[in-house]
């Protein structure tokens, strides 16, 4: 984090001189600001609504990768046309076909003529060709209107995100004008620690988090003796952009208690005091911030957790370069 004060005394070559804007030239900014952001999240609407199935395809990846971390079982598909029957978790001892493999493997149904009768045949289908018979989750819609609600809500989500340097510029083009030069640099560098917070949680939780959460939530559906191999696909994508962008928001918290530290309404001493405090608190983020079931507000409340740990670590640093310089000023 940079170890500089937020609030200092800015010399006269700091300030950007210029005529001041009265209230109602500062509306009309704002104004255009808005627009301009509604523009380009428009246009990014209606590009990703033409990609909706290559977004929901990355929406898909932690699903297609649920045993990634804990192994996958045995289990078998069959392809009949275009209709997939399965995956069943099956017993390689009662499915000689299995021979050695490993995971799922998928089989497609056929007939053969023996004789006068017509038999069932299995014909294994190699990986590259069957990748998705090893999901063993498969995502339905049940609604009519599921569809076009689906690929609505994936375009809004989708057209935020790949528009987000757009209006953020929008944005700062409107606030930096306010701040002098030597504020805009600690600016840039606390916006810079919270964008590599952020992509951090969201990249911890796409790949790792979120296929452990779904492969825990299918074991324990299982143990209840509930069917696990069919999910709504809304309620799926619901569940995994909110758990995403909960925790990118939720890597925000350290640069918020840091600055607390910066501004000298904390120090590390306090952090530690609110400990047991402040643990309890990443538990209420997990249920605010993620979805309301046990597996992913722990996800969540321990990374969180580790965070708060690291920003007492930093906040003792930071005290201990501060007794040390004022103890060489002395």
């Not at 289908?125 to 609604?143: C, F, K, M, Q, Y």
């Amino acid at each position: 984090m940079p170890d500089q004060p937020l609030l200092t005394a800015v010399d006269e070559e700091d300030k950007d001189p210029g005529p001041r804007k009265t209230f109602w030239e500062h509306v009309e900014d704002l104004r255009k600001v808005l627009v301009r952001s509604a523009i380009v999240i428009g246009i990014a609407f209606v590009v990703c609504i033409f990609l909706d199935k290559q977004l929901v395809r990355i929406l898909e990846y932690p699903l297609r990768n649920i045993d990634k971390f804990m192994g996958p079982p045995n289990q078998v598909a069959f392809h009949f046309g275009q209709t997939v029957l399965g995956p069943y978790e099956v017993n390689p001892k009662d499915f000689p076909l299995l021979g050695e493999r490993k995971g799922t493997t998928a089989f497609r149904l056929g007939t053969a003529r023996i004789g006068e009768e017509d038999v069932v045949v299995l014909k294994p289908i190699p990986p590259e060709e069957g990748a998705d018979s090893g999901t063993r989750v498969h995502l339905h819609n049940i609604a009519p209107a599921d569809g076009f609600l689906i690929a609505f809500k994936v375009a809004i989500y989708a057209s935020i995100v790949v528009s987000s340097p757009f209006w953020i510029y929008f944005i700062a083009s409107f606030v930096l004008p306010a701040l002098h030069i030597h504020e805009r640099k600690i600016l840039y560098q606390w916006l810079g620690w919270g964008t590599f917070l952020f992509m951090s949680g969201v990249l911890l939780t796409y790949f790792i988090l979120l296929p452990l959460a779904l492969h825990a939530s299918v074991k324990y559906s299982e143990m209840l003796g509930f069917s696990a191999s069919m999910w709504k696909a809304d309620d799926y994508i619901g569940f995994v952009t909110k758990f995403v962008l909960g925790m990118g928001i939720g890597f925000q918290f350290p640069v918020v208690i840091l600055i607390l530290v910066k501004l000298g309404f904390v120090t590390h001493h306090t952090l530690i005091k609110y400990r047991r405090h402040v643990i309890v608190l990443c538990f209420i983020l997990g249920a605010v911030l993620t979805t309301p079931e046990v597996i992913t507000q722990v996800a969540m409340a321990v990374p969180l957790w580790l965070l708060y740990e690291i920003s007492i670590i930093i906040a003792w640093y930071w005290d201990r370069q501060k007794r040390k310089a004022e103890a060489a000023a002395a």
